[in-house]
């Protein structure tokens, strides 16, 4: 019998134990619910016994290196920016990253004029085929009530101060396609090479709240 | 044949809806310009409840003006945006007057 507690079903346990999981360890009542939840999809056959590890594995092992290795790419090879922007998915097989499930990306380029900012106020829709999973902050309610009205005083608090000449554009995600921000090059990298460039690319500049680190002096 | 272009205007129905669909009450009511058009996608307003989502609906991205959105509460500079995913059942066609998005 597993060592958690169901509230809210009744259904028999088949003596199975849940991998890994910490018997000192006091859940959630949300943590219970998505634990049954996911037992009765697989009970039912909707969902293989192991798809949800299999999916946590796959995100697990993406992080905004892999990110940063496509903005870098982009920086460094203006034939590989002109397809990433057109066929964002066929670009990102190029370098090795497949996307799973439904969801496809856009590359929003941020230029002298135009700066993007990602957000799901629905929920928390965010690129992780690619940057893996995202922020707390970025799933908080502060962040995603907060950036669709003031962007400009989200970014400064993320230490970001966009000139009021350039636009700003917030997009919120609420459908099936997840964006990724491509960062500006910053000045003085024009002799760095791709793995010195990608050093540079931040989370955050991927999402929009933050822009690529300046070069060490 | 995606129903709208770049460009035009289009007003967020105003739709009250008990159950998943992916419009933010935010812009419901509100009038928007296209900014792009995003291609063909299942209904998630469907495929939320077992469905296979078809027929597939026109995805647009929508661009509304920060300062027409929220009025006083945005003090940022003219031209900021927000840009939102709107499936096109949730769109109709606004008049090309200025009504400052509020209409």
Request: glycine share 10%; hydrophobic share 40%.
């Amino acid at each position: 019998m597993s060592t958690h507690t169901h509230q809210g079903h009744d259904h028999a346990h088949d003596g199975h134990e849940h991998e890994g999981m910490l018997e000192d360890v006091e859940l959630s009542e949300r943590a219970r619910r998505v634990l049954a939840m996911e037992e009765l999809l697989a009970e039912k056959g909707v969902i293989g016994a192991s798809e949800v590890q299999r999916l946590i594995d796959f995100q697990g092992a993406r992080s905004p290196v892999d990110g940063a290795r496509v903005v870098a790419r982009a920086w460094t090879d203006p034939d590989y920016k002109r397809r990433l922007l057109a066929d964002p998915e066929a670009a990102l097989l190029e370098l090795g990253y497949p996307l799973v499930g439904s969801a496809k990306l856009a590359v929003l380029e941020n230029t002298d004029a135009v700066h993007h900012l990602v957000v799901c106020t629905l929920c928390s829709c965010y690129p992780t085929s690619l940057l893996g999973l995202p922020p707390d902050w970025y799933k908080s309610f502060a962040y995603r009530s907060r950036a669709v009205v003031d962007p400009r005083g989200v970014m400064r608090e993320f230490g970001l101060d966009v000139g009021d000449g350039v636009e700003v554009r917030v997009v919120d995600s609420t459908a099936d396609l997840r964006y990724l921000v491509l960062p500006q090059r910053p000045t003085g990298t024009e002799g760095m090479s791709e793995d010195e460039l990608i050093a540079l690319v931040t989370r955050d500049s991927m999402v929009g709240v933050g822009v690529a680190l300046a070069p060490v002096a | 044949m995606a129903r709208f272009q770049p460009g035009d205007r289009v007003k967020v129905i105003a739709a009250e809806m008990a159950t998943h669909h992916r419009t933010p009450s935010y812009i419901k009511g509100r009038v928007g310009r296209v900014h792009a058009l995003s291609g063909l996608w299942p209904n998630p307003e469907t495929l939320a409840y077992g469905a296979d989502g078809k027929p597939e609906r026109d995805l647009y991205l929508v661009a509304f003006d920060m300062k027409d959105l929220w009025g006083e509460r945005f003090d940022g500079p003219a031209g900021d945006v927000l840009l939102v995913d709107v499936y096109e059942q949730w769109l109709e066609a606004a008049e090309a007057s200025a009504d400052g998005g509020k209409a």
